[in-house]
């Protein structure tokens, strides 16, 4: 077993610095960009991106999971998805940011992709500050649940109006249709997504393990803790 | 009423007149105290009267930007005071009562209730008094109306179980309108979008008919979400 995950971590890393190789040596500079060279980018913003908004629906899926659970194992894996899910974001957002910078001349638009993922943040800021706010375990794992499954419609909500209500910059259909890519910059762009998606679920197992080891700790203390407590009462 | 009758039988039919008692229960209260209803009016007449000193008509500040300030009023106005329907709850220990009495569905939609009146009212006084200070174009009042009507009954769906998760922190302060921003979010763009149209297009009907049925969509969708979350935000 261990052997496995020792492999494998070797394996995403290899993975991961063959594909940033290839999108700096072997790609092409995209013709008919502002500027071709910085077009690089897109290889790795989009999958960051993508996973953002998957960490979003990994985090409501626990959400539900923990209400109809109520397992704590749930919550900790929602409070992951979360985590990830702003890490991903910002990476997503400074690395956009950056090529908008260089291609529609402003760092920000607000195109209905970069409000959409600006609001995402907020709902997780919201989501770390709730699960600030409340100190017992299972009431701050109820609450937050509860927080992130009615933030969910709203989201897709937002996503799904914002485009009527402003112009996008960003192109649509690109990334599924066989029109929409250079075959160079598709295939390193979903070797890329498939690197990051595999560092995304080592994250997210890391993470896990340790709030799990966090409580187990907490349990241990309250055990030691409490015969003392009481015995200096008594 | 036993709390072994909500889950066995008699539900569907009692949770209208249960809704109906809390929602009369909430006005009587309210109408003692007057706390929210003062604390969201006065909220709002305040930034009315700043917004108006500020951008007075000689400044002539378009009417796209008048349409965003007053729904960053009312919003605004709408955080000060629509959290205290379950705050209040909490803080006189009056939620254990309310929860061996009345179905969890009927807290809700009572509460619902409580804040969508709660917001007309506010913006009965509001609208009119923005209107006349910054001197928006007074046209096509009917739709501003159905904008204001629904738009505030949809933000109030949209904040109302909010309010219930932010009564159960132990610091409310500021929570309540960081909580509520991104799911009212979709409702106050609208509304803002569907307000240009009301004073800015010539056929606004037309303009702001889809900002209607997102609006009521919205409805239908955070209502069902609502329901289904608050029986685990209220039950201990």
Redesign the interface.
């Known amino acids: 077993m261990k052997t496995y995950n020792v492999a494998g971590k070797v394996l995403i890393g290899v993975w991961i610095a063959a594909v940033t190789a290839a999108a700096f040596l072997w790609l092409p500079p995209a013709q008919g960009f502002r500027s071709p060279e910085t077009a690089r980018i897109v290889v790795f913003h989009v999958p960051c991106a993508i996973l953002t908004f998957v960490a979003f629906l990994v985090n409501a899926f626990y959400s539900w999971q923990y209400l109809r659970s109520r397992n704590p194992l749930t919550d900790s894996k929602a409070n992951a998805a979360a985590e990830l899910g702003m890490l991903f974001a910002i990476l997503a957002t400074a690395t956009g940011s950056l090529f908008a910078m260089e291609q529609w001349g402003s760092a920000w638009n607000w195109d209905p992709r970069e409000t959409s993922i600006v609001m995402l943040m907020l709902v997780y800021a919201a989501y770390f500050v709730l699960r600030g706010a409340v100190e017992e375990k299972s009431k701050r794992a109820r609450l937050s649940a509860a927080y992130a499954l009615l933030a969910f419609p709203a989201m897709v909500f937002l996503i799904w109006i914002l485009p009527r209500i402003v112009e996008s910059l960003h192109p649509t259909n690109t990334l599924f249709t066989r029109s929409g890519l250079d075959p160079t910059y598709r295939v390193t762009l979903w070797s890329f997504f498939a690197g990051l998606t595999a560092v995304f679920v080592w994250m997210f197992r890391l993470r896990v393990q340790v709030e799990q080891m966090e409580s187990r700790l907490q349990q241990h203390r309250q055990a030691v803790m409490e015969p003392l407590l009481t015995g200096e009462q008594g | 009423m036993t709390p072994e009758k909500w889950t066995t039988g008699s539900r569907s039919s009692s949770w209208v007149y249960e809704a109906l008692a809390v929602f009369a229960k909430d006005w009587l209260l309210e109408l003692r105290t007057r706390v929210a209803i003062g604390a969201v009016v006065l909220f709002a007449v305040t930034s009315v009267v700043a917004a108006g000193f500020a951008l007075a008509p000689p400044s002539g500040v378009a009417a796209e930007v008048k349409a965003a300030l007053l729904w960053v009023v009312l919003f605004f106005a709408a955080v000060a005071g629509l959290s205290r329907a379950f705050v209040v709850e909490e803080e006189t220990r009056t939620a254990d009562a309310l929860r061996l009495t009345v179905s969890p569905t009927g807290v809700l939609v009572g509460k619902l209730a409580f804040n969508t009146v709660l917001m007309w009212a506010l913006c009965a006084m509001t609208v009119p008094l923005y209107m006349l200070l910054l001197e928006a174009p007074a046209r096509h009042t009917t739709l501003l109306l159905t904008i204001v009507l629904v738009g505030s009954f949809a933000l109030a769906c949209?904040t109302t179980?909010?309010g219930a998760?932010v009564a159960?922190?132990?610091?409310?302060g500021a929570?309540f309108g960081?909580?509520s921003?991104?799911?009212?979010?979709?409702p106050l763009?609208?509304c803002i979008?569907g307000t240009k149209a009301a004073w800015l297009s010539d056929n606004a009907w037309q303009a702001a008919m889809?900002d209607l049925q997102?609006l009521v969509?919205?409805i239908l969708?955070?209502v069902p979400?609502?329901l289904?979350?608050?029986e685990?935000?209220w039950s201990e």
């Open positions: 949209a179980a909010v998760i159960k922190a132990s610091t409310r929570l960081v909580l921003f991104p799911v009212a979010l979709p763009l609208v979008h889809g997102v969509g919205f969708v955070i979400a609502s289904l979350v608050f685990h935000i």
